[in-house]
Each structure stands twice: as C-alpha cells, then as structure tokens.
C-alpha cells in the first residue's frame, strides 16, 4: 500500500518530507544584516532612542545594521513606487536578513508613521519576496503603563509579510523615565529585555538566514507552480 493511498487529495509529485539534510551548509563569512524600523519623527523619540540602543547592542554580538529615516516617506499610494524614499526602504529591506520594528502606541495602536513604512514594502517584486523567511524582532514604547497593544498588532504584519518573528518582545512602559538627556537608556528590567530580544533575534537570524527558502517552501505553491507549468506547456502544444 503506498504512504498516499489514505491521502486521496495529495499530489505525490510534490509532497515532501521534512529533512535536516537542507540545513548542512557552510557558515555565511558576512555579518547578519539587520534593518531596523521606528515609528516617530519627534525630535525626542523614544522609538528611535530604542533602536539606537539596538544597534549598539547588534553591533556588539556582531551584526551590521542599518536605520530607516521615515522623515519624507509619503503616504502609501500618494506618490508611486519611483519615489526616492520608498526606493531607499525597498533595497533596505532587501538587502537585510532580520529586522527590528519599534512603534509608540498611539490611540491604542501602532502610529500612522510605523504603519506606512510596513505598507510600502510588498509582498514581492517581480521574483523577489523581500520579506519572506527573514527574522523579525518587534518591540513598543509606552507614554504610560506598559500596553502590548502596538506588538501584537506588528506580529500579525509580521506573519502577513511571512517573516520569522521571534517569541521574545520588548514593550517599554513610561519610555520617557527610561532615558538620560543624552539619550541613552538607564539600567533597568526594560534595558535587560531588550538585550534578551536582540540575543535572541541574532541566534534565529544565524540558525535561518541560509534556509528561509527551505523554510517558506510551501506544498500549496508547488502544486500551482506544477498545475501553471503544465498548462503552458499544453497551451504551446496546441
């Protein structure tokens, strides 16, 4: 009896098993590639002052980094994909292996700046899905008691934009208590979680960056592929 005689539906063709022989790979010699996202453009803000401590802490496990500036990002659809800043993010998140979004909350959720930033990255360009497979780390500043309200919401995107978002997550209550004038954050139970969350985005990030093809291949889009495959091959045969 084959394995698919109880699985009448199953294309066989394209239905595989699980295997660890896919993760044998030579180490990556680059640093993992983090792009990072902050959803304010306050002179003071407390998003940014999180990412900046990110990097920092990136930096130090042995990451390279890069910061989206959102100043001047239009609203999606107000301007064309052609725009400047809109190509800037695109290639960012291209070019990155991981990312780290950090939003205030604002009316109970993410603000309209983090949003934006998320609408103008789609889910592919031409081949390529810029997203796919690619760790995420998602994190909030409060203005008062500690909301998970804005991390949830991000997970959601997250898993819409089909990245690997890690289990661990930051949300820093009374963000403007957690700060020094010169921006940098104090010690605290807030500061220690964020390093938690970066050590964890950065051991996901070298366990998955060589496999999130293997990982995100999909039994649904290979049957298409074959179904859309064989059809063009009938149609040039007609």
């Known amino acids: 009896m084959s394995k698919f005689d109880h699985m009448p539906h199953i294309n066989s063709g394209q239905f595989e098993c699980p295997t660890t022989d896919a993760f044998r790979a030579e180490p990556l010699e680059h640093k993992p590639r983090i792009l990072l996202l902050y959803g304010s453009l306050r002179d003071r803000s407390y998003s940014k002052l999180v990412i900046e401590e990110c990097v920092r802490i990136l930096e130090a496990m042995g990451a390279e980094t890069r910061v989206f500036n959102p100043s001047g990002l239009p609203l999606p659809d107000d301007e064309d994909e052609n725009h400047p800043k809109v190509q ?17 909350e604002r009316h109970g959720s993410m603000t309209g700046i983090m949003k934006a930033q998320i609408d103008w990255i789609p889910l592919s360009l031409g081949a390529v899905r810029p997203t796919q497979g690619k760790t995420l780390a998602v994190m909030q500043v409060c203005g008062g008691s500690q909301s998970f309200n804005v991390i949830n919401q991000l997970r959601v995107l997250g898993r819409w934009m089909r990245m690997i978002t890690i289990p661990n997550q930051s949300s820093v209550a009374k963000a403007f208590l957690e700060f020094e004038e010169d921006g940098r954050m104090k010690p605290s139970g807030y500061y220690n979680r964020i390093v938690d969350v970066m050590e964890e985005l950065m051991k996901f990030t070298l366990l998955t960056r060589q496999h999130s093809d293997y990982l995100t291949d999909r039994y649904s889009e290979r049957v298409e592929s074959g179904e859309a495959l064989i059809k063009r091959v009938n149609q040039r045969s007609v």
């Open 88 to 104: 800037e993010l695109r290639e960012l998140v291209i070019w990155s292996e991981g990312q780290v979004w950090c939003s205030p």
